[in-house]
């Protein structure tokens, strides 16, 4: 896993914080096999989505080249509490953002899965029994459901990827 506090999308491609190398480089020397990557919380709140989406489109263009076997899985951005999205509107456009990441996927043709409806509440909601206390971030209830869901989706590729073998 390469993981790191306030990583976003240009970060992971700039930040030098794992041994020397950057998120971006720190994962095309594994060369895995499957990556998952969630980014754009971190920067709402002072980058736009069309930045955040053309930095995505570099880190998905680097990773295609220099691992070209890797299969790329974009991940949606988690819901906010009501409050936090009241107090700071640039996490109002998590949807529109979701949306953006999506057609980014189909554009490049990688997978793009969306796991927020298990994290919304009915109004469209970080749901209360996940919150970490800040409104963003999850509880351990809320990665241990994230965690379930991955594996789940990462056999469910396994999966199709024999079918197409």
Known sequence: MVSYIGIGTLTFQTKSVFN?????EKVISYKPSRV???????????RSTDDMIDSYSELIEEIQSESPYTQIVL????PVTSSVASKHSSYKKISSYNKKVKSLA???????????SEFKNSSGYLKSEYNGGDGIHWNAKGYTK?????????????KNKEIVE
């Open 20 to 24: 020397g190398l950057t998120g971006l």
């Open 36 to 46: 998952y990557i969630m980014l754009g919380m971190n920067e709402m709140t002072w």
């Open 75 to 78: 991940l949606s951005v988690s």
């Open 106 to 116: 189909k554009e490049y043709d990688v997978e793009y899965y969306d796991f927020t």
């Open 146 to 158: 994230y965690a379930s869901i991955i594996t789940s989706l990462d056999k469910e590729l396994d």
